[in-house]
């Protein structure tokens, strides 16, 4: 599903909010550090209520975090929360820019955050963002102390204190000033975190701040700002950060930094009228008299005045005249009833052929309104062949294109994975597109028409329009892919001992009629056989799975397998990877088709294993590559089926937290599974209830004794794991676990241990972030009935999709029990 076509306020209230925007000269910047950190209810009150422009500045994407709507991890989840960004953007009025750093996992100190990012690249990219969004207020939402938790979070403070003074500096990143100068903002105030939740404090109780209620009542938009600020919030799906719209009042407080001390407002001594800008007096007065006389019956009454308004505010090259230009040239169109659109007939263009564009505009308020002329920009090959055109009234005007894409065009996909990035920053070379959310669309029009007399010019960017018979009207990007693409099945290959394997290549065809080779490049002493195959695909978006046979090397050995297509004289070896959520719209990757080979000694003596998957994950196809038949297990599984047909029943991240019968059915698995001889192996899960909200029972059944789940966790990745009874029968059968078993571990070693557990549980490891206290939480074993339990917080959900060996011999271990 793709994102609906309609926007959240149309008609009469968006065009009043429009002329509203055009009179305040005003901007604010927010700064924290991830996608959820931001603080909706402040975003939508400046820039719907106060009407200022307002930007939420993430220092990153979220790549590190948890998705609960999917299996997507890393730079796919970072891709998710972008989009989900840019929904709460479009809901509650806010623009959003980024830095070019990666989370890369929950991190404990500031100090810790800094070296992996480095201090200079946060400021630098922190810097950059002022500079060219030049706000008058800079809000940032966390303390910069360990008070606020995450390393991250402090950094964000302590780096928006640091690029505050340094925006201003010209000797702070010079090469930054051939495309932008420097700038002074008037203060830095802190937003302290909690305070969405101070309803009821009184503002006079806060005397070293200065207090904002955001949650007024807007009539022309019919909602509060605090309701907008819930619906906004909600887009964070992929963390579950749906939130109530509540109305009433809602108090928030800011508390001075630097600049320009404050007392009673965060605007004191800054002028957001058009009084700031020298010699735009009477454009002032003019946008002032078309948003006091807007009528939303009769819209094309205040025309005149931003006509004239236009006439004035253009070649005027000041900053703020730029800006409103292009702003006031949407709300010209907005009351003229001007709808245009730059569209294509379908939502892929292939490489090397011709694609069908369209021009499409429509007058609907009876203005005269002409289509002038069109100029593109982006991926070369539009033919323009627009000639000037008058709009006849509620009549679409459209302009039939064709747009030749070359050959070695470039495939459509986020900017900042375009190029290699490191573990903790992208590479962005082109200073263009530094900070901005996603890449610009493939082509853009820029259209010139003319209204009542007057030239606008607006700009919009491809897209395609169609209808879903099951939902409606819907609009998807437009996205550059090449003949045909390839992808591997599984993003690591495992082989846990000599025996040869299947693997299979998925490839799609996006044009009929192709026809080409496919072969598997492999490291030496590794063997595929055929070297190649052929293929013939009639129809476009046909896909055909080609299968080799992979033999590892005797002996343990890792490398990276590379699938290569041969079509008409040039290879590919990249995929078309689609990420699609109905609250975002689809989003294209285009990864390179390779693999991580793994070669490595382990047994499994599981051969049939029960899933419950929960909120997301890769490890069912980890498990089939150990050697066991995987079955998902469904509802009625839980609550009727045979169990005793599983050596080992495994549930997925969050299952307890995402699926309620498995909790309605958590006794049964105890007692006529566990009891009588089964495996039962619970990955992690969150304990739900006080500041986080939700169940705090939820998990009371998650162990057949009891567990106490906390938000403990081991960040390092690299933190010594030790055994405190390294002969347990667990770390010695079928694979003898050892230090070893511990290396090239990702992101962190595990989180959401056990804090407290009854006396019966035997913890397995024992671990430690620097300087902390060892957490033996991790990996709990009992004995129950006949059978055996294993409560383990460990990050098997990235270990294994990531093909770390000891993690698949550790893990074979847990599944293998009850064949010990």
């Not at 700031?276 to 094309?300: C, M, N, Q, Y």
């Not at 002969?727 to 079928?734: A, F, K, N």
Request: hydrophobic share 40%; aromatic share 8%; charged share 25%.
């Amino acid at each position: 599903m793709t994102l609906s076509a309609q926007r959240p306020f149309s008609g009469a209230p968006e065009t009043k909010q429009a002329l509203d925007k055009l009179n305040v000269v005003g901007s604010v910047l927010m700064i924290a550090a991830h996608p959820d950190d931001e603080n909706t209810g402040v975003i939508a009150y400046l820039a719907s209520g106060k009407k200022v422009r307002t930007a939420y500045l993430s220092l990153n994407r979220g790549e590190g975090g948890q998705n609960l709507i999917g299996s997507e991890q890393g730079v796919e989840i970072g891709v998710i929360r972008t989009q989900e960004l840019l929904a709460a953007r479009r809901i509650d009025g806010g623009e959003q820019f980024f830095t070019r750093m990666i989370d890369f996992g929950f991190s404990k100190t500031a100090k810790e955050t800094m070296e992996k990012w480095g201090r200079e690249n946060i400021l630098r990219d922190v810097v950059w963002v002022i500079r060219k969004y030049r706000p008058d207020v800079i809000i940032r939402r966390f303390s910069g102390t360990p008070d606020d938790g995450h390393g991250h979070h402090q950094t964000s403070a302590i780096i928006a204190d640091e690029a505050f003074v340094a925006a201003a500096d010209p000797t702070k990143f010079p090469e930054q000033l051939k495309f932008v100068e420097v700038w002074q903002a008037k203060r830095l105030v802190w937003n302290s975190f909690g305070s969405m939740r101070q309803i009821e404090v009184d503002p006079a109780s806060q005397p070293d701040k200065v207090a904002m209620d955001v949650g007024e009542f807007d009539p022309y938009l019919g909602y509060g700002y605090g309701e907008i600020a819930g619906w906004s919030r909600s887009q964070h799906k992929s963390q579950a950060m749906g939130a109530a719209e509540r109305k009433g009042a809602q108090v928030n407080f800011f508390s001075f930094i630097k600049g320009e001390p404050m007392k009673k407002d965060l605007w004191e001594g800054i002028d957001t009228t058009w009084n700031r800008v020298s010699g735009a007096g009477k454009i002032g007065e003019l946008l002032a008299k078309a948003a006091k006389e807007f009528d939303g019956a009769k819209p094309t009454a205040v025309l005149p005045h931003l006509l004239e308004a236009r006439k004035l505010l253009a070649g005027r090259t000041d900053h703020y005249s730029v800006l409103k230009l292009k702003d006031l040239d949407e709300a010209i169109a907005l009351v003229a009833g001007l709808w245009t659109e730059l569209q294509a007939d379908k939502y892929l263009a292939v490489q090397g052929t011709t694609a069908k564009i369209k021009i499409a505009a429509i007058q609907r308020n009876g203005e005269e309104v002409t289509l002038q002329s069109v100029a593109f920009s982006g991926v070369p090959g539009v033919v323009n062949a627009v000639k000037a055109a008058k709009l006849e009234r509620n009549k679409t005007l459209t302009v039939p294109l064709d747009w030749a894409v070359a050959a070695d065009a470039p495939l459509t996909q986020p900017y900042f994975l375009v190029e290699q990035r490191s573990d903790a920053m992208f590479k962005v070379s082109d200073m263009n597109l530094l900070g901005r959310p996603q890449s610009p669309a493939p082509v853009i029009a820029t259209m010139k028409f003319l209204v009542a007399g007057s030239e606008i010019t607006l700009t919009r960017e491809i897209t395609h329009r169609y209808v879903d018979r099951g939902v409606g009207e819907l609009t998807r990007p437009v996205t550059i892919v090449p003949p045909v693409s390839v992808r591997l099945a599984l993003d690591a290959l495992v082989f846990p001992g000599v025996e040869s394997r299947k693997v299979e290549v998925i490839l799609t065809s996006n044009m009929a009629d192709t026809k080409g080779s496919l072969k598997l490049n492999v490291p030496q002493g590794w063997k595929v056989e055929p070297a190649a195959l052929e293929f013939s695909v009639k129809a476009a978006a046909e896909e055909k799975t080609l299968s080799f046979v992979v033999t590892p090397p005797a002996g343990e050995n890792t490398g990276i397998l590379t699938a290569v297509a041969a079509v008409g004289g040039r290879e590919i070896t990249q995929g078309t990877r689609v990420i699609q959520y109905p609250h975002i719209p689809p989003q294209t990757l285009a990864p390179k088709a390779t693999a991580k080979l793994v070669r490595f000694t382990g047994k499994n003596l599981a051969k049939r294993v029960g899933y419950v998957m929960g909120a997301g994950d890769e490890v069912p196809d980890a498990l089939h590559q150990l050697g066991s038949e995987v079955i998902m297990l469904t509802e009625q599984d839980l609550s009727t089926g045979d169990l005793s047909q599983f050596d080992a029943i495994v549930t997925g991240v969050r299952a307890y937290n995402t699926r309620p019968d498995l909790r309605a059915n958590a006794q049964r698995i105890f007692d006529e599974y566990v009891a009588k001889g089964g495996t039962y192996i619970v990955q992690y899960n969150v304990q739900e209830g006080g500041f986080f909200g939700g169940d705090p029972l939820l998990l009371s059944k998650v162990g057949p004794y009891p567990i106490t789940v906390s938000r403990d966790r081991v960040t390092d990745e690299l933190a010594t794991m030790n055994m405190p009874k390294p002969d347990h029968r667990l770390l010695q059968y079928p694979n003898q676990i050892s230090a070893k078993d511990f290396e090239g571990w990702v992101q962190e070693r595990g989180l959401y241990y056990a804090s407290k557990w009854d006396e019966k549980y035997e913890p397995l490891f024992s671990a430690n972030d620097p300087g902390e206290k060892p957490m033996m939480g991790g990996t709990l074993y009992a004995k129950y009935g006949k059978g055996n339990y294993i409560f383990t917080g460990e990050a098997w959900f990235r270990q294994l999709p990531a093909g770390v060996p000891g993690a698949f011999r550790i893990f074979a271990n847990f599944l293998s029990v009850g064949k010990n």
